[in-house]
């Protein structure tokens, strides 16, 4: 049934929608973050928690949870390891298929290196896809100086698991130890990174669930995580950062908070980084305009240049706040260097839901909300002098923008981006029946000026 | 059409294009000079598309058009033409092949050129491509270049060709639609080629230059470099692409757009007047529109822009821009839109000529027709060729009759 919006922005995914696509807590580990999800946050929906220890157990606060091995280990855990753990899973296979039964998506968040999570997660993954169900797996990897066995096991563990999941995400828990003031309290450090991380499965599971226009998809995530993957066991293929904000800059500050997030302190973040995934999350009041500036601003302000895939999510409290959480994919470790100096518009790739053309009203709202945006940065300051340029400058018509922080009062400008997903296909019109024209990766019957994201005032 | 006529031949070109089929007729007289009598056109109406035929009945029509009218101005019968080929599949090369000399002496004759205009054949291309044409840019013996090797010694004999090879299915296409009238094909050229010839004279090829055809489906570019074509080039963007880019960035239909460009079309808006409105013209049930003069600059200069760009940078990964040590010569009807000289010598590091007026002898008509650049330069290019055919000689020589071209496409 087609709901139709009732005005402006758009609809934010009932708890209910959420059944049937589970973040699943594996392991001490997972369950801390699980609880810390619930602790943040008001009502996460569809929250599952399994281990081995009977007082995680007891502890969570999660609703539906399980004790797995209670017989065996009576509670007591696996010692760190793997391979008791997953004996139990393969003995409770039935009891916990039944659990999970009707599934659609799982977000498995797991701790590597320990037992519970190591030897289980393989275990699950796998169940899990016997269910046909999409399985993206968060995994925490051990400190560097936890030491070999615990680094080895989580290798193994990571490179078995990549056999049979969706998609596979590794933070390291050494970034805590990059944070500035890592010689804070522990648990308030321990905090942090879960807080990360349930925010990250909170954002993965909403890309999954939601339609709607600048809809990330699974394949696209995929896609881009298995093009830089280097097929090793790597134990750290993803950092996070996050940030939120709200008031009248929040488009601004929020990227402001992001870039500035502890785990993106350390340089290697960016240099080793190959990709990056946006998800911004907000209220029904976020618009159109306001991703956009949000994206372009982040775009701006990345200290190197990368592939942005971004989407907005629509997390059912968020209220006046603006979220945005910020995945940088790429291999600790690889070799490449990466260009530092900037150069000029980069690809930025916009996914729209609607690829086959189809567009329900409940997508689109019957207009694109009249708000403009609070701030558009890239606004020449003088564009009459940019145009003209001194003959000194060669007159460039769009050249470098002025890095000045001055704010514009924002103009009607014609959005190519919003313009692109509505009409991804229509520039071909005219050349709809003959070869495109390809060079060097671009499409040169596309549009020049929408290629170099010139805005044009209508 | 080879017509006699008190001695006088008649040439006719057909250049078969995206915004329109061109047929120019030009009377050769006997002392070699040629006079145009009239060009003859109907629009392609969608058939062509960015230089090749997209929909070969309606290109048939068109070209019946363009040949009726024609034949209407010039009160000719059209039976024979010359062809003009474009399109982005063509890609051109230049290669070096060599070979032994084994006479006695060491003596270079005729033969050995023949030799390595065989070796041509074994060039190895994509089994889907002809070579559509090639030229020897320069012969070279063992103590370097030489302009007359014939009868000189050397122990080997190597020479550069520029060559270019195309899709073999597009060009049967373009063949049979004009063959397929009755008409039948004396020859064919290279856009580039074609345009060359209209705008350069002898002094300008050798000192070296850049030609830049721009047209509504592709742009066509040749360079010449010290009185040979070094490089020729197709660029699959035109004058269209201008349009479709107004179009869609300002929302407007297609012939909208097409007459705003031509009616207001600047790549440099007015610094003075930065809010500066153009109204569009009003259409029946339509409010009236206008859109900003800045915007209209914008998105035309990044297009523009673009497009010489591009065919600079192709120069510059040929190191060709150091041998140049003329001009670049820029024609065609995009090259209409105003403020295209400044924005060429923006981007081009050499002087920039814009040739919208052709000297011709004849009707005076379309001595002001950029547009025409490629029909009315093929009709040069044809009166070259026909001198050349009646006098083989210099390096000029095609390396195959063009029977056999038709023949290895099974069209004859």
Known sequence: MIEFMKQGGFKAPEPSDYSGHAIIGLGSAGVNVLDQLV???????????FDTDEQTIRGTVVAEKMLLGARQLRGLGCGGDPGVAGEIVREERSDVRAMLQGMRTAILVTGLGGGTGSGMAREFVQILQELGVAVIVVAVTPFDFEGKRRLGQAQNAVMEIKQHADLVFCVSNSRLLHMPGHDMDIRQGFSTMNRLIGRMCMNLRAMLVQRGPMQIQLSDLRNLVAEHDCGQAALENCWVGFGEAEGQERARDVVDEVLSSPLFEDGRVWSNGTAVVASLAGGAGLSMGEFQSVIEYLRQEMPVELPILAGTVLLPDDGDRLRLILLVTGQSGAEEARPSPKKPAQELSFESVADDGQVTAQDYPDE?????????RKVQAEPA??????????GELFSELPQTKQRKTA?????QQEELQLEKKDYRGRFAKSDPTFFKGQDLDQPTFMRLNLKIRL | MIWKKKESYALTVVDVGTSKVAVAVGELKPDGSLVLLGVGQAESGGAVRKGEIVDFELAQQAIQLALADAEDKTECMIEYVYLNLTGAHLEPKVIRLKTVIDTEDN?????????????LENYAIPSEHEIIHSAVQQYYLDNGMSCKPIGQSSETLEATYHIVHGLRTRLETLFRSVMELNIKVVHYTLSSYAAAELVLNPQQKKEGALVVDMGAGVTDYLVYVDGTVAHTGVLA?????????LAFGLKLPFRSAELLKINHGNLYANPDRPNERIVLEKEVNADERSIFAESLSRIAQARVRETLDLIREDLEARGLWEQIGGSVHITGGASQIRGLQRLAEEVFPVPVRLVHEFSLEGDQTYSRRPDLSTVLGLLRYA??????HARPSGFDRLRRSFQEVLASMRLF
């Open chain 1, 368 to 376: 694109l909300p009249e708000e403009t945006p609070a701030e558009v």
């Open chain 2, 383 to 388: 009166q070259q060729y026909d001198q050349l």
């Open chain 1, 39 to 49: 602790l943040d946050q008001r009502q996460v929906p569809s929250l599952y928690c």
């Open chain 1, 411 to 415: 103009q009607k400008y014609f959005n």
């Open chain 2, 237 to 245: 963007v035109g004058g269209e692409h201008v349009t479709q880019d």
């Open chain 2, 107 to 119: 003596r270079v004759t005729q033969e050995h050129l023949g030799r390595l205009d065989e070796e």
């Open chain 1, 385 to 394: 002098g940019a145009i003209a340029g001194d003959p000194g400058e060669g």
